[in-house]
């Protein structure tokens, strides 16, 4: 069963006189319980497709299908309802909430999706104590490590139990082994059934998906399943 | 409804969140509102207060009460000089006038004179002395500190006997009560028959009962001025409010006789009512009022404009933040709800302190001057920091709402 399928989708911007085709012609499918990395140097239309694929824009031309529903014409609060329900974000640089704590940060979701406090509490820290964070609960960002603060996105992006994580570069201002650290996290929430699309343009990084999707110049360029793909070795998280 | 709810109250409790985080800058904002609030609280207090002073002092006339006289009080559609040229009334009209007349309550003459009272070697200067009758009293509210009001005999009599207002009592007799004592008024000696309660208004000035000595009206006559030499003023009390037009009717009609007027002339004397002199004190108020809003109101705009900046300059800082809260699912209802909210809370804030501080101000300033702080002031407040918090944070929480998540995702 797809969650996604996208057909000839477009997005031309219009600068000055010019018109600009960052994504030019696109289709593709993403399957429940996949895991999909797509890659691509940048000018290759990868952070686009991602908004799109996020519901943050709109394409320009082309038919976006998430779940049986055409969000390809939806206006701003049908598209907000969708990204609280049925996606989670996980960003290069966490976008958390600076003055609020790690529980607060994972509430946000559940206060738009209009959960009583008291219920939406109670998975906030659900979701903290599945990432590792149970000590760090009342930290605010500035108070954690790079990657504790990757753990909380993670736990903000698994507490409305989306139809799929969308994964921006997450380990792009990680270091070394950090990065690995949260790349066994995204395996142990893929293995639980979880639906990940992963934008990078690290081969090593994108080497942890199933399948990799490689863009060019607005266009798919290769799509193809990966043989061997790295499954990293559980450790213990600190 | 239930969701309208839910999402104010998250909004208050975000908007509290962010007050928080920021709270110098919360407070500079709160200023502009703070001395807005207090200008307009303690201006209207201070109106308040004025009005209520002249509305006392007025009431104490009497509002079933008609005062006969040569001036209009409050008029100015009869020139001056016309009603300079009128024939003074005197004791002649009053009697005539008092025989026809059937509608009022009570009836007594006046007239004013200023002499220095004393008593033993305490000297009081420029009080009024009011000569009347003894129905004088029944055309009044007054009350008793102690004692009576002269009665008809010693009125008929010219007997020298004399009621003190309240602040001449205190004048002359500091100590104790003035009531039996003989105080001599001009070089005449004058029995103290009854002593006024405090009427306790400024507002009527010389003319407050608590400045005046009251004597019969022929000891005027006899000791001080001739029956002719100045004007007197008939007091006319109604039986009450409803038949104070008919009451005035009939005393155009007995005054036309009594002074001989034809058909084709006008009246040559005026009936005065406390009426006139509210509709004038009113108008001035009026006039204070506007002034002092329109003042006051300036400061409040300056500060909300000043709350409009900051909440301007709040929502390209957080251009991000607001990002982030579109990426997980925030409507852009909800995101101008929420800035909105912070806008009025910081305001609501600020017109709080601003009401505490005004009624501080107001509670000294009441030792000078009458102020009255009630709970308009107290809704005014409220309503103006709330109005003013929302229409100040409107434009820029609708911007903040309009923002692209995209676009607000790579803010830097």
Known sequence: MNIITIEHIAKIYQVGTEEVHALADVSMTIGKNEYVAIMGPSGSGKSTLMNILGCLDTPTKGIYDFNGVNVSEMNDNELAAIRNKEIGFVFQTFNLLPRSNALHNVELPLIYAGMPSSERKERAMEALINVGLENRVYHRPNELSGGQRQRVAIARALVTRPSIILADEPTGNLDTKTGQEIMILFNEIYEAGNTIILVTHEEYIAEHAERIIRLRDGFVEKNEKVENRFIPQKRELH | ?412
Do not use: H
């Open chain 2, 1 to 412: 409804m239930k969701n309208f709810l839910f999402e104010l109250k998250e909004s208050l409790l975000i908007a509290l969140y962010a007050i928080r985080a920021n709270k110098v800058r919360s407070m500079l904002t709160t200023l502009g509102i703070i001395i807005g609030v207090t200008s307009v609280v303690l201006m209207s207090t201070a109106i308040k207060g004025i009005d209520n002073a002249f509305q006392e002092g007025v009431s104490s006339l009497g509002s079933d009460n008609l005062y006969i006289d040569k001036w209009a009080w409050f008029n100015n559609d009869i020139p001056w000089w016309e009603m300079r040229n009128r024939k003074n009334l005197d004791m002649d009209d009053y009697n005539k006038y008092e025989d026809l007349a059937k509608l009022p309550a009570a009836i007594a003459p006046t007239i004013w004179t200023n002499k220095k009272i004393k008593f033993k070697e305490r000297n009081v200067e420029g009080i009024m002395i009011s000569g009347t009758t003894y129905n004088y009293i029944n055309t009044t509210n007054l009350t008793f500190e102690s004692g009576r009001f002269f009665n008809d005999f010693e009125s008929r009599g010219a007997r020298n006997v004399s009621v003190i207002g309240y602040t001449v009592a205190k004048q002359l007799f500091p100590l104790g009560n003035g009531l039996g004592q003989e105080i001599k008024i001009g070089d005449v000696k004058f029995k103290v028959v009854g002593v006024l309660d405090e009427q306790g208004s400024w507002v009527m000035g010389n003319f407050n009962p608590d400045n005046q000595v009251f004597i019969p009206i022929d000891c005027v006559f006899k000791y001080f001025q001739g029956e002719k030499f100045r004007s007197i003023t008939i007091n006319v009390r109604a039986p009450n409010s409803t038949s104070v037009e008919a009451v005035k009717e009939e005393a155009i009609g007995i005054m036309r006789r009594v002074r001989g007027l034809s058909y084709s002339e006008d009246n040559d004397f005026s009936i005065n009512q406390q009426d006139g002199l509210l509709s004038t004190i009113n108008q001035t108020i009026g006039v204070i009022q506007i002034a002092g809003l329109f003042i006051t109101g300036l400061a409040l705009f300056v500060g909300a404009i000043g709350i409009m900046n900051i909440m301007f300059v709040s929502v390209k800082e957080r251009t991000r933040e607001i990002g982030v809260r579109k990426a997980i699912g925030a409507k852009n209802r909800t995101i101008l709800t929420q800035f909105i909210m912070e806008a009025a809370v910081i305001c609501l804030m600020g017109g709080m302190i601003g009401l505490g501080i005004a009624v501080t101000l107001s509670m000294i300033v009441n030792q000078y001057l009458p102020t009255a702080v009630q709970a308009d002031s107290v809704i005014l407040a409220v309503v103006i920091s709330l109005l003013t918090g929302v229409l100040s944070g409107f434009a820029p929480a609708y911007t903040a709402s309009k923002l692209d998540p995209v676009e607000a995702l790579r803010y830097e």
